[in-house]
C-alpha cells in the first residue's frame, strides 16, 4: 500500500505523509554485547492533511513515538520517505530544514525534561523567535502574552522559571512554545502521560480547542484511546511497528477489524455498571514481541485466539474492510 501523492479533496499533496518508512536501530545485547537489529517501525504509510488531527495508538514499545520523531525528522529513516508537502524531506537543504522545524512542531511527552530549568518562561518562549531571526521587540513580547492568555497562564509567569509550576502547568507552558511560530503541524507525542489523571483532561481539551481555533494539523500519539477517539479525526493502531488498522476514528471504534484493535477496545471500561457487567472483554495472553527477533508471519499471531497457520508464514498486508478507507492487515478480517 503506498500514500496518495495527493489529496483526492483538494488535489494537493498532503501536508506531512510517510512512505513505506522503516526504521532499524542497532544496539548491542547479552554478555558479550553482539550487534543485533532491532526493527522499530516496519513500511509505515499514512498521510495527515491539513487541519486534520490523526490518532496514533499502541502499547508501549510498539513504534508510535519512533514514527512521530521520523516525521519531525528528529530520526532518519532506513527506507521509505518522508515528505513535506509532497517533497522528500532528506532532500531540503539546510535552511529548508530549518524553516520546517517551524512549521513542524512538537509536545513532548514529559514537559520538565523539555523546558530548560534555568531559563525564565520569558526566555523559553523568546528562543523560537530569536533563532529563526523572528524577534521583533515590543512585537514579540505582544505576542507572547496573547500565548500565555492562550493556554490559561498569566502575565506573572513570565519571571518564573519552568521548576516553579505544576506539571499541567509546564505542559501548558511547553504547548506555547509550540504554537509561537504558528505552525502548520504539531506532533503531541504523549502529551499527558507525565500528568495527574485530573489535569489530563485539561490538557487534551486545551489542545483540541487551539486545534479547532487555528486550523492546524495535529499527530496525536498516545495510549489512551478515549483520548484518541475524542480528538481524531482519523486514527492508526500499532503493534510491533507496523500500522495493523487505520480508519476513521468512529469506524475503527465502532466496527474494529483486527483482533488486537478488538483486544484494546474490549479493556475500556464502560461507565454504565450493566452494560460493563453484561459485556464480553477479549483478553491477550502473553507479551509484545521483542522488535529485534520478530515472530514469522503476522507479529500478533502468537497472542491471537483466531491465528491459523497462514497467520504463523504469511505477514498480512494492509487491504480495505468494512467502511470506506478503513484498512487492516489481518487475513481473516471480514
Not at 188 to 213: F, G, H, R, Y
Request: charged letters at 25%; a positive charge.
Amino acid at each position: 500500500m503506498k500514500v496518495a501523492q495527493a489529496d483526492d479533496r483538494t488535489g494537493k499533496a498532503p501536508l506531512l505523509a510517510a512512505e513505506n518508512v522503516s526504521k532499524t536501530f542497532h544496539a548491542r545485547r547479552g554478555g558479550l554485547g553482539r550487534k543485533v537489529a532491532v526493527a522499530a517501525v516496519s513500511q509505515v504509510n499514512l498521510q495527515i492533511d491539513r487541519g486534520e488531527t490523526f490518532g496514533m495508538v499502541g502499547e508501549t514499545g510498539s513504534g508510535k513515538s519512533t514514527v512521530g520523531r521520523l516525521l519531525l525528522a528528529l530520526e532518519r529513516p532506513t527506507s521509505g520517505q518522508v515528505r513535506l508537502d509532497g517533497r522528500p524531506i532528506e532532500r531540503f537543504s539546510r535552511p529548508e530544514l530549518k524553516k520546517m522545524r517551524r512549521r513542524v512542531q512538537v509536545v513532548f511527552q514529559d514537559p520538565y525534561e523539555s523546558l530548560n530549568p534555568y531559563m525564565t518562561v520569558e526566555e523559553i518562549l523568546e528562543e523560537p523567535f530569536r533563532i529563526h531571526g523572528m524577534y521583533e521587540g515590543s512585537g514579540t513580547a505582544a505576542r507572547i502574552r496573547r500565548l500565555l492568555d492562550l493556554v490559561g497562564l498569566p502575565v506573572t509567569a513570565l519571571t518564573r522559571s519552568p521548576g516553579e509550576f505544576s506539571g499541567g502547568q509546564q505542559q501548558r507552558i511547553a504547548i506555547a512554545r509550540a504554537l509561537s511560530l504558528d505552525a502548520d503541524m504539531l506532533v503531541a507525542d504523549e502529551p499527558t502521560a507525565a500528568l495527574d489523571v485530573s489535569i489530563q483532561a485539561q490538557i487534551l481539551n486545551l489542545l483540541l480547542d487551539i486545534q479547532k481555533e487555528q486550523h492546524m494539523a495535529m499527530l496525536l500519539i498516545s495510549h489512551n484511546l478515549l483520548a484518541v477517539r475524542h480528538m481524531s479525526a482519523r486514527l492508526g493502531v500499532m503493534y510491533a511497528g507496523r500500522i495493523v488498522e487505520m480508519g476513521k476514528a468512529e469506524d475503527v471504534y465502532r466496527t474494529p477489524k483486527h483482533p488486537y484493535t478488538i483486544a484494546l477496545l474490549s479493556a475500556i471500561p464502560v461507565a454504565n455498571p450493566r452494560r460493563e457487567r453484561a459485556r464480553q472483554r477479549v483478553a491477550i495472553t502473553g507479551e509484545a514481541p521483542d522488535p529485534a527477533h520478530l515472530p514469522t508471519g503476522c507479529a500478533f499471531h502468537p497472542r491471537c485466539w483466531l491465528a491459523e497457520e497462514r497467520c504463523r508464514v504469511e505477514r498480512p498486508e494492509l487491504r480495505e474492510v468494512g467502511a470506506p478507507g478503513q484498512v487492516v492487515a489481518c487475513h481473516l478480517a471480514k
